[in-house]
């Protein structure tokens, strides 16, 4: 790089009022002009602008550029040339010119100068107002747009101006606009820390001044398309690249090494699982894994044959299954459906859950970083319970819904926004989509987590009443909003849901799902220092569902972090969530430990309402885990600013005596039952034609549903009836767990279980007969399990001859003396 000043130019003192700098290559057409006319207007402005100096850098243009500057420099020795020995582009030009720079203002302008020169007053207006930058804009109200761009070129720059907009610098309309003056010395910096060679200077030298907390104006101009744009269709491209590896740098490492861990802990967790997931099987979720596998394959066979993705009759045949009103997680088995096509569904949902426990950790991260503490290290902390909590842990073993919870943080986050009223609508809108989103991925934890926000939102007001006077129109607003936006995309599945083919009412869980109050304070089973499994059990309906288990460490700890910082209204509001959470999870009625006394607990207003109804209530005690992880990371950012060694290592070394007999051992993963070769061979197609099925014995239901997986593995070859899903039950249409009982799927069930049968006669062959008529069955399918000889036996009766041994299972072909 070299500067070329005139020969006789002397500057007696590096102090500039103004700098103008114009980056140029081949602009040996437009450029002369250009300079006559910045030249022209500074001078006839007397000392309007003081001292003044004109900066060209050329960036190694081949065509006369350098020699129209010295001709205007030969005539007025303020105009000076910087030269690059080749071209780099326009971010290295402006950096070069910008460093080269003197003026306590420092404009940048295009050598079209597509705004005047005469739009310099405006901006310096603006910059006068105190702002460190006035930039022109073309998108903002009192702009003029006197020659428009080619349509296409507009609207790739509309484009691109969201897309930076979203990415890089909110609030900014216009970016790219080459017209702005600057605060000299903050433009230096800018420029000097720039790194950006292209058109992405614009946004990443906005970006420093936005994270530096300077002031930019976007001041409306005039502005006229030139022709000779050196931007070709290919340069939106290029920006495009340059604000994803600005995006990218600006990334911090410590948030990356917390992502990282968080996938880490992830894969640790099912490392059982991901070393054959075709072949693994985790006991603990006990029929949940066949079910899921079978939601991510039906879902992708629907996409694949544009197929109805809301219902099928590939279980519970001839009925059918409504899938909206079942759990199949539409938001993700829908995008993954090519994994599952390419890797088959054990795959996928191994991949999605993996996925998505770090995800919703790193969400968290993001939310907590964001809104609650500014250490790296805390945050990471916080979320690490607030995901891998020991209920979330539970349900890892079974139930990706509530597991893949990474939208709930950015929900809480944009109605946060909408406190704050500063974009209403567009926040509105946002909160509409994520909230439609989230409708497909899992409604029961959206309902959860609308509990744990309103528990939060009361305790906050009561103790903010100053923030919730100021908060609660624009609130409203943004909730009406969001409403209209999410309800139109949720409404024909929601009506399937509710009112399409096996919709049920509300599913019925016992008269009391809640927690005692000893799982709040004991162990999970799956604890890696203090687990116990006989304890869990005891206090849990089963493995998948252990929906407290905090430990009483935590416990603890929570109480003393909720009285050392109690002046904090934040600490209140997380202390009042975690509290009335835990106890609407004890259930409609509570048992008082050790004793015969039991009182009607908070969740007995709402066990009977819609919607609460279907909720298992245990269940609401997962909103503690967040609220417990955000009081975990106050606590860790208070301790470390507190002075004192002492008074550090007593507060770290209590909150590691709380979490880390929380820290989850990897998920049990066991062998799994091979498919039976008359299954995996294709040979069922022998026996079993269009528009029939395959009846397992027994058939398949919640207490084993095996055949799920048989189905799954023959590619969704054959129908089952039985099943494991949520159906409608008689004429009140309550739900139930699997279809509805036919005579002798409860006979082969019992025998199944017991192990004996009753004696079979002419009425138990003609409720078969009956049966096996309405379930099309083409053959019934026998593989060995305990109790199967006596199983052969009651289906020799009542089929009324014996079954074939062939591909490792018992068949009976039912087409001849059907």
Partial sequence: MSATPAPDVVKDTPVMDLTIVVPAYNEEKRLGPTLESIVTHLTGRGDRFGRWELIVVDDGSTDGTRDVVAAVSAREPRVQLVTSPRNRGKGHALRLGVAASYGRRVLITDADLAAPIEELERLDTALADGRSAAIGSRATAGATIE?????????????????????????????????????????????AASRLNGWGIDVEVLQHFRRSGWAVAEVPVRWAHQSG??????????????????????????????????????????????????????????????????????????????????????????????????????????????????????????????????????????????????????????????????????????????????????????????????????????LGLMTAYQVFLGEEPLLLASIGMALFALAYGAARPDVARASWRPLLKGLGIGAAVCLPIVAFPLYWQFAGPQSYKSVLHGDNAGNSPLALLSFAERSLVAGNAQTANALSLNPTEQNAFYGWPLAALAFAIVVRLWERALVKALAFTALAAALLSLGPRIRIPLTDVVLDGPWAALAHK??????????????????????????????????????????????????????????????????????????????????????????????????????????LGFRLPGGYFNGPYGEERVGIYGASPRYTSNLLRDVRNNGTAPTIGDNWRRQARADFAYWKAGALVLAPQPHDTVLRETVDELVGRPGKWTGGVWVWDLHDGR
């Avoid at 509309?158 to 433009?187: H, S, Y």
């Avoid at 079942?326 to 090519?338: E, K």
């Avoid at 026996?687 to 799920?708: C, K, N, R």
Wanted: with cysteine; glycine share 8%; net charge positive.
């Fill in 147 to 191: 020659h428009h761009q080619h349509r296409m070129r507009e609207l790739l720059g509309r484009a691109g101006n969201f897309l930076i907009r979203r990415v890089a610098v909110p609030g900014i309309r216009d970016t790219q606009c080459g017209f702005k003056l600057f605060d000299g010395d903050r433009a230096r910096e800018a420029f």
């Fill in 229 to 430: 744009s050196k931007v070709r269709p290919l340069d939106y491209g290029r920006v495009l690249a340059e604000l994803a590896l600005l995006k990218a740098r600006s990334v911090r490492p410590a948030d990356v090494l917390a992502t990282a861990v968080f996938l880490l802990m992830a894969v640790v967790l099912y490392s059982g699982r991901w070393k054959d997931p075709g072949g693994r099987y985790l006991p603990d979720s006990l029929q949940d894994q066949n079910q899921w596998e079978w939601f991510f394959a039906v879902t992708a066979d629907s996409v694949r044959h544009l197929h109805n993705p809301l219902f099928s009759t590939l279980q519970g045949f001839p009925d059918g299954v409504n899938l909206m009103a079942n759990t199949v997680m539409l938001g993700l088995s829908v995008p993954f459906a090519p994994v599952t096509l390419l890797w088959g569904p054990a795959v996928a949902l191994t991949l999605v859950m993996t996925l998505g426990i770090a995800a919703t950790a790193a969400a968290w991260y993001w939310l907590i970083v964001r809104r609650v503490v500014a250490r790296r290290g805390a945050a990471f902390v916080g979320a690490a319970l607030a995901a891998f909590a020991p209920p979330m842990v539970s349900h890892a073993n079974a139930h990706p819904n509530f597991v893949v919870l990474f939208m709930v943080p950015l929900i809480i986050d944009r109605v946060l926004r909408l406190c704050a009223g500063t974009r209403v609508v567009r926040d509105g809108v946002v």
């Fill in 610 to 715: 819609p919607l609460f109804e279907s909720v298992i209530e245990g269940r609401v005690a997962m909103v503690c885990a967040p609220a417990l992880g955000i009081l975990v990371a106050l606590a860790l950012e208070r301790l470390a600013r507190t002075p004192g060694i002492g008074t550090q290592y007593v507060g770290m070394v209590a909150v590691a005596a709380a979490l880390i007999p929380l820290v989850p051992a990897p998920l049990k993963a066991v062998d799994r039952v091979d498919v039976p070769a008359f299954i995996a061979d294709g040979t069922y197609r022998s026996y079993v034609g269009e528009g029939e099925s395959l009846v397992p014995v027994p058939l398949p239901d919640p207490g084993d549903a095996e055949a799920l997986h048989w189905q799954t593995a023959a590619g």
